[in-house]
C-alpha cells in the first residue's frame, strides 16, 4: 500500500509511490536523504554518490526467487576498504521485505530477524568461531567493519551514508547464511541462503529481462 501525501520539506517533490512501511528515503530531486517519524519528515544529509556499472538488479526491477516474486525499492552501497557490496531492499505484494546482497558474483537473498530475535549474543564474533541458533551450527567465514557510502529509494529504517557497523558472515551446513550487523547500542541478524545469480528471474522495470 502506498502514500500518496508525502512531499520534500527541501525541494517540494512530491512522493507518488512511497509506501506506507516506509522510515527512510530519497529525494530524487534533490538528492535530500529524509527520514519518516509519524507524520513529521526530517532532513538527515545527502543521498551520497552511487556510480553506476551493471548489475544484476536495479531499482523498480522484480525479482522472483523460488517461486517468490518481490520489487526492488532501496538500495544502499557498503564499503569495507576491499572494495564494496550492494544492498537491495525489496517487497513483495503483501509488503515483506528482504534484503538481497550482491558482492561480484555473489548473491544471497536474506530475512531479517524481528526485533531481538537470533542468536543469544550482541557482542560481534571472530572468523572461524562457531554460532550454534535453533539446533544448527554455522561457522564464521567473513567479518570486517563497512560504511555506507551511497542509498536510493526506501527503507523500512534508517540507512543513512556514513554509518558504519561491524558485520560477520556465518555459513551453515547446507548453504544457508547467518549474518550479523553490530553497531554502539545495538545488533540485528539476518538468515538466508546463497543463490546461483542463473536462478534467478529479473523482470527490468524499464523493459526487457534478466536471468
Avoid at 96 to 105: A, H, L, M, N, T
Avoid at 107 to 119: E, K
Wanted: with cysteine; charged share 25%.
Amino acid at each position: 500500500m502506498n502514500d500518496t501525501h508525502v512531499t520534500c520539506p527541501n525541494c517540494g517533490y512530491g512522493f507518488e509511490n512511497l509506501r506506507k512501511s516506509t522510515r527512510m528515503f530519497d529525494c530524487p530531486s534533490c538528492d535530500t536523504t529524509l527520514f519518516r517519524e509519524a507524520d513529521a519528515i526530517a532532513q538527515i544529509g545527502r543521498n551520497g554518490e552511487m556510480h553506476d556499472y551493471p548489475m544484476l538488479l536495479s531499482l523498480n526491477d522484480t525479482v522472483t526467487s523460488e517461486g517468490s516474486k518481490y520489487t526492488v525499492v532501496g538500495h544502499a552501497r557498503y564499503d569495507y576498504g576491499r572494495g564494496t557490496w550492494d544492498e537491495m531492499y525489496a517487497e513483495n505484494a503483501q509488503g515483506q521485505g528482504v534484503w538481497i546482497s550482491i558482492d561480484e558474483g555473489d548473491v544471497v537473498v536474506q530475512h531479517p530477524y524481528d526485533g531481538n530475535a537470533g542468536p543469544r549474543r550482541s557482542d560481534p564474533a571472530a572468523i572461524g568461531e562457531r554460532i550454534s541458533y535453533q539446533g544448527r551450527d554455522y561457522i564464521v567465514t567473513e567479518a570486517d567493519t563497512a560504511t555506507c557510502i551511497a542509498v536510493r529509494g526506501q527503507f523500512p529504517e534508517l540507512v543513512q551514508v556514513g554509518d558504519g557497523h561491524y558485520f560477520l558472515n556465518a555459513s551453515g551446513p547446507s548453504g544457508q547464511l547467518l549474518s550479523g550487523e553490530f553497531w554502539e547500542g545495538g545488533h540485528k541478524w539476518y538468515e538466508g541462503v546463497w543463490k546461483d545469480p542463473f536462478s534467478l528471474k529479473v523482470d527490468r522495470a524499464h523493459g526487457g529481462s534478466g536471468r
